[in-house]
């Protein structure tokens, strides 16, 4: 047991924290995306709205003339970007998150040791992991809805372009349910990896606890 | 021994003390002022703690007023060292990605 064991070991328990943090902050990265979809679908509605007044007062087709399919395509486009928006700007969030400012301090190896440890705030760290891991698996959700709302407007792109060409229709419910499956399907690797993680930090959760109630209770003794 | 340093210290900072020790580990023995500068503490705060590690049996002052780490004191530190190895040790880090 020597100091060098003692900083290895107190990197990796700093790292743990260190992506409790950048868990923590999805959370309100989770906001952001569900504003961000939300008004994806706002001015998805809006262009719509727009279109079909332009249709009332100058007749049908006036903005997109001899082609049915291209306004469906243009939701899809819309609802696409508002997506791969989303998602970049939770992980642009995710990554400025401040990681590793404890490297320095560990370098002065015991001391530095201490330190960390006798300013860890434990209360919080168990409020972060508690956040952590809702908005870990709310995240998850929320990204296979807004993939499966893209997924729909695709799909019904596609049936609308099979409907003309090969006349195979869809009912409404298909519409829905098969992007649905599709994307479930598409994200099990996703989602068996978030149910990991998560369970991941229940167990941290509670080896944090045991540590703290120990480090709390030692009194040491010269 | 004991130095006109003001108020005693009652309750140590684990990171200063160790801080001392560790420089003294390294340096065998050091002047007080050459201490302070190493362990980044004002003089005042660092004679206040030599003064406390004193009475503890950590520390000892030689003929020229040099402090010099005893036996104890190291044991103590590494009683330290392993103490928290010992605890944090248990700790199961599972891999975050």
């Known amino acids: ?222 | 021994m004991t130095m006109n340093s003001g108020e005693p210290i009652s309750k140590p900072d684990l990171y200063v003390l160790a801080r001392v020790i560790k420089t003294l580990k390294e340096k065998n023995k050091m002047n007080k002022t050459a201490l302070a500068t190493a362990t980044g503490l004002s003089y005042d705060r660092l004679v206040k703690y030599l003064d406390w590690m004193a009475q503890k049996g950590f520390v000892e002052f030689d003929s020229s007023g040099d402090v010099v780490l005893t036996k104890l004191g190291a044991e103590t530190y590494d009683q330290l060292v392993k103490w928290i190895l010992q605890h944090i040790g248990k700790v199961r880090f599972q891999k975050l990605t």
């Open chain 1, 1 to 222: 047991m020597t100091e060098e064991n003692l900083s290895s070991k107190m990197t990796e328990f700093m790292t743990a924290l260190d992506q409790v943090k950048a868990y923590r902050e999805l959370v309100s990265a989770m906001a952001d995306f569900v504003i961000i979809i939300v008004a994806s679908v706002a001015a998805l509605l809006t262009a719509n709205i727009v279109v079909n007044l332009l249709d009332v007062f100058y007749g049908y087709g006036f903005v997109t003339p001899g082609n049915s399919g291209s306004l469906p395509f243009f939701n899809f486009l819309i609802l696409f970007f508002g997506v791969i928006i989303g998602v970049l700007w939770v992980r642009q969030k995710l990554s400025s998150v401040r990681i590793g400012e404890w490297k320095n301090i560990l370098n002065e190896g015991t001391p530095g040791a201490i330190k960390l440890l006798q300013e860890t705030n434990w209360e919080k760290i168990f409020s972060d992991i508690r956040s952590a891991k809702l908005g870990f698996a709310l995240y998850g959700a929320v990204k296979i809805l807004a993939y499966w709302l893209v997924a729909t407007f695709l799909f019904i792109v596609l049936s609308s372009f099979m409907g003309n060409t090969i006349h195979l229709s869809f009912d409404p419910i298909s519409l829905t349910v098969i992007p649905l499956i599709l994307v479930l399907i598409l994200s099990v690797k996703d989602l068996r990896y978030r149910y990991e993680q998560v369970g991941r930090l229940d167990s941290l959760l509670w080896e944090l606890r045991w540590f703290d109630n120990e480090f709390r209770r030692a009194d040491f003794q010269a």
